[in-house]
């Protein structure tokens, strides 16, 4: 694709809209309430939750999906440290379900673009974006003020924007699955306006625990799934190599921020928690052993732990980077 100019381009908004033709536009205004707290967020996580019912009438194990909504807590603690503002133009890379993207146009009122090279998962996303605009959370596509989402299937190895176009740029788990992460965190510094925000967020497994360890046949499972990642070019170190990245890119490294989830406790097979993993597992269960990381009869008895049996209590911490900067 050519590069874009600076103006947002009509080809990658959506056309709908909730206002008759003719009609002014009645100004957006955030959300009322406390952005820090879950009732704030209640018209996101509604239609994220309906999406869920829709997907699992069709898929029993929609894991991503899953993950999307478990994690929202962990992604709106890092909003606060960014300074959006109303108007702001925002890439949202890797944009999957649309989250961030959505979250980020609500709650601030910025107009944001998820560009993603899923188109699945896009289209998706734009059936929340629709559901969120008709709540009110946000704006029409064409609306001249603020507060809207727009999306486009795209790679961050090679954005379809001009130098210079986003106010900020961020990516949230998407630099762990990259053959070449620096080219992608040198293409996001591009479309970054000087002195504009660069925010990359990933995992760093090196900061992860759990005492005692779980179950053998569960334990096993587990590491096959990061040593195929790891087989795809991926990288679960990710998190602590990202300053050093965006530094050599151009981006001067603001905050280095610790996102952790931590607890002790059982861990049941009714659990929520313990029902996501079985799923994620699952899905790759079959990749696992055809590429000879783990037999077939210790891949079966590790989701059957997790499906069947409670796992003892132990102490757990999973533990994400946030890096934020600012264009040089």
Known sequence: MSALTDQFPTSLQPAASPTAPGQPEAPWHPPLGNPGGPQYWRAVD???????????????????????????PLRRSVYPVLGMRPGARVLDAGTGFGPVAVELAGAFGCRVIGVDTDGAQLKLASSVTDNLRAAGWLRPAHASDAATVSLATGSVGTLP????????????????HLEDPVGAVTEMTRVTKPGGVVCIIDVDDGLCLSYPQPPEPLRLLEEAYQEAQRDRGGDRTIGRKIAGMLDAAGVAVVHVLVVPQAGYGQRRAADEGQKLLHSRLSAVAGELVERGLLDEATAAEGLHVLATQDIP????????????????
Do not use: K, M, N, S
């Open 161 to 176: 924007f001009g130098d210079a176009v986003f106010d900020a740029v961020i990516a949230r788990f998407l630099l762990q």
């Open 46 to 72: 509604a239609a994220y939750g309906q999406l869920v019912g829709e997907q699992r009438a069709r898929d029993p194990h929609p894991w991503l999906l899953l993950q999307t909504v478990a994690t929202g």
């Open 313 to 328: 209590a132990a102490t757990v911490v999973d533990t994400h980077l946030a890096v934020i900067g600012r264009r040089r």
